[in-house]
């Protein structure tokens, strides 16, 4: 059986984008996740798609970064998109790598031995020419190009019309100026507070939860925030320095 199906839409201009739609389609065999990919205009609207069987990304080709339509996820890198997609879908429950400290979930084991770096505050990849450090090679790849000359102080920098606030992620900006517009999606089931940003809600549910998902290596102290786990440090620092200083 042919796995392809039209999605009728409507077309609001005529400005080329590429849009894909990984729908899933029942079959006498088996239920699979497919891509149908439609070249045509943004912003469209879907008519008559199952409302929960249908999964779509919007992709501009004059825009490096991509979006997933179903929340605030935003990559430069297409497979990233196709794999957080996989969050979406009924049955992502059935393979997932969990966090032994926060609830975290990941589909593949390689992103949760990233993640517990968020935990252990580890960031192997680290800069030549200066002390930027980071838990992600692609982190370091983005930031060598202040480095270069790729990317200047002037030029190819994302800048807010607001503020002074400046850029060389598109992403990094698109999330600041959520700040300026008053656009806060994302609540809170358990005390109706807003934020602009998916991850700050996350943040925030700590608080309900009582969680505290950042350990400090050297004793007991757990903290909500990754911040407040730094600020406990810097008393360790200063009890070593003490300590060594006695020494001599």
């Not at 201009?13 to 205009?41: F, G, M, Q, R, S």
């Not at 084991?109 to 968020?118: E, N, P, T, W």
């Amino acid at each position: 059986m042919d796995y392809k199906e039209k999605i009728p839409i409507k077309l609001e201009n005529e400005e080329t984008t590429h849009v894909y739609l990984p729908i899933t389609v029942n079959t006498d065999v088996k239920t699979e996740p497919v891509l149908l990919p439609i070249c045509k205009a943004e912003p469209l609207e879907i008519v008559n798609a199952p409302s929960n069987d249908s999964y779509s990304y919007i992709h501009d080709p004059n825009d490096s970064y991509q979006y997933c339509t179903l929340c605030s996820y935003t990559t430069s890198h297409e497979k990233y998109l196709k794999r957080h997609l996989k969050k979406h879908l009924p049955d992502f429950d059935k393979d997932k790598f969990l966090c032994n400290i926060c609830n975290y979930t990941a589909t593949e084991k390689k992103d949760l031995k990233r993640h517990m770096l968020v935990h252990t505050g580890e960031k192997p990849y680290a800069c030549d020419l200066c002390p930027f450090k980071c838990r992600q090679k692609g982190y370091l790849k983005d930031h060598m190009k202040t480095h270069t000359g790729r990317v200047s102080t002037e030029v190819n920098r994302f800048t807010c019309n607001e503020c002074n606030f400046s850029t060389i992620w598109r992403g990094s900006l698109k999330t600041h100026v959520k700040i300026h517009n008053g656009d806060k999606p994302f609540r809170c089931a358990e005390c109706n507070m807003t934020f602009s940003v998916r991850g700050y809600l996350k943040k925030h549910m700590f608080i309900h939860t009582k969680e505290k998902p950042f350990h400090c290596t050297l004793c007991d102290y757990k903290a909500y925030r990754n911040y407040h786990l730094k600020v406990h440090s810097r008393k360790h620092d200063r009890e070593q320095i003490i300590n060594v200083s006695k020494l001599g």
